[in-house]
């Protein structure tokens, strides 16, 4: 009952940060924010908000253990090496998804990141070993697929103020943000397996910290060279909705995007990647919709033919899947059964 709940609580948190990150950081752009790597940093300033789970992890085994044996950190200096990299990983596609509300529809870069999945399954046979199924090949196809019905009619959604040339450039980074964010989930999955230690939700939130703070190191010092912390309060004084009313934005992207993360990383633990991504193709169509809504923007033919072949791309990813799964478990039972035999035959 208690893991459900927790379950369940990391289900509500992924679902809020899945589809309010994106429609939060339109809101800021499409009311006069222009700051890149702002947004981009924004994605992971709270990743500080990791500490309160992982303090109450570090007191409870205190609690079991002596103080003197109780580990600040449970990870080794060679994953943190390993996640700092991947944090800077994590904080270029933060850079490129940024341009995606900077300069697209929400209903259209959220179609295009879609194809993360697409990215996360061929990164996997390269740097995991894993093997490309029929049903993973199919699905990488559907979802690219996808997003070349969006880049056939590129100019029939362009938002009002942004140029042709902008529209190509934030179709281009956002598809490179996909790029990076299937290597990125590839190189942690890396890090599980070659991680020394068993893997404990202790040691996945204590991963996400370092990737989140060398993340927001990068970030920040992108935002040093583009002058974007000198230019926050002009930004913030000439923002159409007034200047608190800025900060109390900046403030709940911040949040909004931490909630995603924690609860991305929840559901895999206290589940799997395989339920945290079916929820993610719940919510495509759910964020499309909001998009329509809130900030009342186009859905033409190819959107909905987009999100028709994004769908079955996740179905044919998720079908695959869980055939392996059986396969995997019928596989252990013939070769435990057979093991029961011969052991049986010895006696």
């Not at 702002?38 to 990791?50: D, R, Y």
């Not at 007034?242 to 206290?270: P, R």
């Amino acid at each position: 009952m208690k893991k459900f709940a927790l379950l369940l609580l990391n289900i509500i948190m992924f679902s809020i940060g899945n589809c309010g990150g994106p429609l939060i950081s339109r809101f800021y752009f499409i009311h006069g924010g222009q700051r890149i790597w702002l947004s981009s940093w924004l994605q992971t300033i709270a990743c500080p908000l990791i500490l309160i789970p992982l303090s109450i992890s570090y007191f409870h085994r205190r609690k079991i253990e002596s103080p003197a044996t109780a580990k600040i950190l449970s990870i080794t200096r060679r994953e943190i090496i390993g996640s700092i990299g991947v944090g800077i990983i994590a904080g270029l596609d933060g850079y490129f998804i940024s341009w995606g509300p900077a300069k697209l529809p929400v209903s259209t870069s959220s179609l295009i990141n879609a194809t993360q999945l697409a990215f996360t399954a061929l990164f996997a046979v390269l740097l995991v070993k894993q093997k490309l199924t029929v049903y993973s090949t199919l699905s990488v196809f559907l979802l690219i697929a996808g997003a070349a019905t969006l880049a056939l009619r590129g100019n029939g959604d362009r938002p009002a103020g942004v140029s042709v040339k902008e529209y190509v450039i934030g179709f281009v980074m956002t598809v490179m943000g996909a790029v990076c964010f299937g290597l990125m989930v590839s190189l942690i999955e890396l890090i599980y397996i070659k991680a020394k230690n068993a893997i404990s939700y202790t040691m996945v939130l204590e991963i996400q910290l370092i990737i989140g703070v060398s993340a927001t190191v990068f970030c920040t010092i992108g935002m040093i060279i583009n002058n974007d912390f000198q230019a926050i309060p002009k930004e913030a004084s000439e923002y159409e909705i007034g200047e608190a009313k800025y900060y109390l934005v900046l403030i709940w992207c911040a949040i909004i995007w931490q909630l995603a993360l924690l609860g991305l990383v929840g559901v895999i633990f206290y589940s799997s990647s395989l339920l945290s991504g079916i929820i993610g193709a719940f919510l495509l169509p759910v964020t499309e919709i909001l998009a329509i809504v809130l900030f009342h923007e186009k859905f033409q033919v190819e959107k909905g033919v987009a999100i028709f072949l994004a769908l079955c791309g996740f179905v044919s990813y998720f079908y695959g899947e869980i055939e392996q799964s059986k396969k995997e478990k019928r596989d252990n039972f013939m070769d435990d059964h057979l093991n029961f035999i011969v052991l049986h035959q010895n006696d």
